[in-house]
Nanobody, 125 residues
Framework: QVHLVETGGGLVQPGGSLKLSCSVS????????MAWFRQAPGKEREFVAAISRSGSATRYEDSVEGRFHISREDADNKAYLQMDSLAPEDTAVYYCNVAPFFSTYANDYGNLIPWGQGSQVTVSS
């Protein structure tokens, strides 16, 4: 079964940086739009960033615009989320997933490949 693995999370101080990686167990090869979501304790999963199939278009949730950067490397079947200037409110489990098109809506994801375990990001001093 095709699956996703998110890595790169951890504990970081406010103002620090982390880079998350998302590995897909099949060729991505511009087949999918890809996106990152996050879920904090007691909250719904929320959109963070998305990238189009070609990689030419991106979208960000307002609170991460200018601090986070999504990218993809189809040669490695991966997507990345570079997170800078991290703040305590960024603390969450971060998930990636794919959709057949470019979308920022959570309902468009998780239908082709199941959600993975996510990667915990904790921002605290």
């Amino acid at each position: 079964q095709v699956h996703l693995v998110e890595t790169g999370g951890g504990l970081v101080q406010p103002g620090g940086s982390l880079k998350l990686s998302c590995s897909v167990s099949e060729r991505t090869d511009k087949k999918y739009g890809m996106a990152w979501f996050r879920q904090a304790p007691g909250k719904e999963r929320e959109f963070v960033a998305a990238i189009s199939r070609s990689g030419s278009a991106t979208r960000y949730e307002d609170s991460v615009e200018g601090r986070f950067h999504i990218s993809r490397e189809d040669a490695d079947n991966k997507a990345y989320l570079q997170m800078d200037s991290l703040a305590p409110e960024d603390t969450a489990v971060y998930y990636c997933n794919v959709a057949p098109f470019f979308s920022t809506y959570a309902n468009d994801y998780g239908n082709l490949i199941p959600w993975g375990q996510g990667s915990q990001v904790t921002v605290s001093s």
